[in-house]
């Protein structure tokens, strides 16, 4: 008898594991703690989401000094000292930052850095200093930009032209920064992907980021 019973509950309890089985339990993920409550110390790495908070480097880095561009027809020297070039210029306004860095991703402090393009029609002013300027990196390597977003002109993708270089004696890097998701861009042998700024829309226009590595060593 009590061996009967003994079967009876064996068979119970494997008839009761297979419905289990055959119906799992389904989960509200809803009701789940967000990720970022259950780790608050972990951080976003990456760059160029166009945050407005850049001091937290180092960001998006590659290690390697970037490619160079060729500093093309129109550069002109003895630029005046101004981190807002667009006065006085209308067009769809572009908020760029970013870095200076090192190839350890260090920031570059006090780095130079010229800025020089085209309005919205294509053109630059050749006679004066409009859409021109240079400035400093701060304390955190870090540099702001205010313009626009550069027109195309014959023969070329929008780019908006820079140098930089991490002291007075130091040797320049000549870059064009460009700006993803134009058709031209595909064919414009200067055309660098490694030069794309990072744009996303923001209240006052277009927000870029980018990050200037350099060779500090040359
Ligand atoms: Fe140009």
């Given at each position: 008898m009590k061996i009967t019973l003994l079967i009876l509950f064996l068979i119970a309890v494997i008839a009761g594991g297979l419905y289990v089985n055959k119906n799992p339990v389904k989960m509200d993920l809803s009701t789940l703690m967000p990720f970022s409550q259950i780790t608050p110390t972990v951080k976003k790495k990456s760059v160029g989401t166009g945050e407005k908070n850049l001091t937290n480097p180092p960001q998006a880095c590659s290690g390697t000094q970037l490619p160079a561009a060729t500093e093309g027809p129109y550069y002109k020297s003895?630029?005046?000292?101004?981190?807002?070039?667009?006065?006085g210029i209308s067009g769809n306004k572009l908020t760029l930052q970013g870095y200076v860095l090192d190839t350890n991703c260090r920031p570059v402090a006090n780095a130079w850095l010229d800025f020089w393009q085209a309005d919205?029609?294509?053109?630059?002013d050749n006679t004066g200093f409009k859409l021109r300027g240079h400035q400093f990196t701060d304390a955190e390597g870090k540099y702001a930009l205010e313009t626009i977003i550069p027109g195309e002109y014959p023969g070329r993708t929008p780019h908006v032209h820079a140098k930089v270089k991490a002291r007075e004696n130091s040797p320049e890097l000549t870059v064009q920064l460009f700006i993803p998701g134009v058709e031209k861009n595909q064919n414009d042998?200067?055309?660098?992907?490694?030069?794309?700024m990072n744009i996303t829309e923001s209240q006052n226009g277009k927000a870029g980021t980018f990050n200037f590595i350099i060779n500090t060593n040359l």
């Open positions: 003895g630029t005046p000292l101004r981190k807002k070039i667009d006065d919205g029609t294509g053109k630059y042998g200067i055309f660098n992907k490694e030069l794309l």
